[in-house]
Structures are given as C-alpha cells and as structure tokens.
C-alpha cells in the first residue's frame, strides 16, 4: 500500500506531466515552420546581439506596448506594432523568421512605393513604405495601411504585394488566433478595444 508521500508524489508528477503535455502544441507550434501569430515584447528585439549603437534603427522601430507576429521562417512574416495609441506594420520582403531578421543590423533605408491587392483584386497603391534592403523589411509609414493589412487578415485574405523594382510577394496570413484577436487594444483592434 503506497504511503501518503507516495501518492502525493504521485499526485504532483501527474499534475507536472499534465501541465507540460497541454503546453505543448504551443511550444511545438513555435518551433516548426506551421504559421501562426505569436505575442510578443520587447524581448524579441534582444535575440542574436545586445542593444548597441548599429541595432538601434529597428529596436527604436520596434519598442512598444504590444507587438504580434507571425512565427513561420519558411513564408513573408507580418509584424503588427501598438505603440503610443498607433498601429504599424511590419512585412519580411522574403521568407524568413522575425527572429532571423532581428539578428542582423541596418542602418540603410529608402521609400518604396507599395501596390496592394487582397484576393487577387486589382491592385491599388497605398503609399510609400519605409524599406531597409539589408533586413528585407517594409515598414508602413501610417495607420492606413496598416489598417489595410490588419483587415485582410482578419478577413483571411491573400495579400499580394507589389514593391516595384524589388518585385511582388504572396502572403496568406494565418488565421487569428487567440493572441491575434487579444492585441491592439490600445489601438482600437482586437476584442478588448
């Protein structure tokens, strides 16, 4: 007959395992090129080097109260910024992870036209972008296009994206999840808005 410690031990190791196997579809989801949205801070501007004099253009762009983004590295990434009561946009021009671009360092940027179209409509100009070549990053310049871009979404529509000279680019967000629907409150999205 197991003594008291015995089937408290129990108890507690069950408890732990359980815990730990219902952690992990998120862990694993973050860990394999399946796209979906992932919350963020500041934290993800921490990965590869320190804050540093070189790092600051893209740390300064990505300081703020709420930060979500997509978590496949095998497709174009979306990063949604609330800050200071402002919703901005963040696109990877070429598939890669948010982690691999915040790694590298770029001080280098220009204006990029950007052409949109959503479900393969007729595609329309919606402005200048700020573009940094090294990082491969469009960045919207105002809460316009980043509504733009939030509502396809939310709506699940493909967005295609045309910049020119650099080329055009699919992006088929993934669906909103609980952490999608959770951010931007601050900027008037979500559910909590």
Not at 11 to 21: R, S
Not at 114 to 135: C, E, H, M, Q, R
Not at 181 to 193: L, N, W
């Amino acid at each position: 007959m197991p003594s008291q410690f015995s089937k408290n031990f129990l108890a507690a190791t069950g408890l732990i395992a359980t815990l730990c196997v219902t952690s992990l579809p998120s862990i694993a989801n973050a860990a394999t090129n399946s796209d979906a949205w992932i919350p963020a801070n500041n934290s993800l501007t921490q990965v590869g080097e320190t804050f540093t004099n070189n790092r600051e253009d893209l740390i300064d762009d990505l300081e703020g109260d709420e930060i979500i983004f997509t978590n496949a590295s095998d497709s174009n990434g979306l990063l949604f910024q609330c800050a200071d009561n402002t919703l901005r946009a963040f696109i990877t021009t070429k598939p890669q992870s948010w982690q691999d671009v915040l790694k590298k360092s770029s001080k280098r940027e220009r204006n990029k036209s950007v052409l949109l179209s959503l479900d393969g409509a007729k595609a329309t100009n919606i402005g200048k972008f700020t573009y940094k070549p090294t990082l491969k990053v469009l960045i919207s310049h105002n809460t316009s296009q980043t509504v733009r871009l939030y509502n396809a979404v939310v709506n699940g529509q493909k967005i295609t994206i045309d910049v020119g000279s650099k080329g055009y680019f699919d992006i088929i967000p993934p669906k909103p999840n609980f952490a999608f629907v959770d951010f931007g409150s601050q900027c008037g999205v979500g559910r909590h808005k």
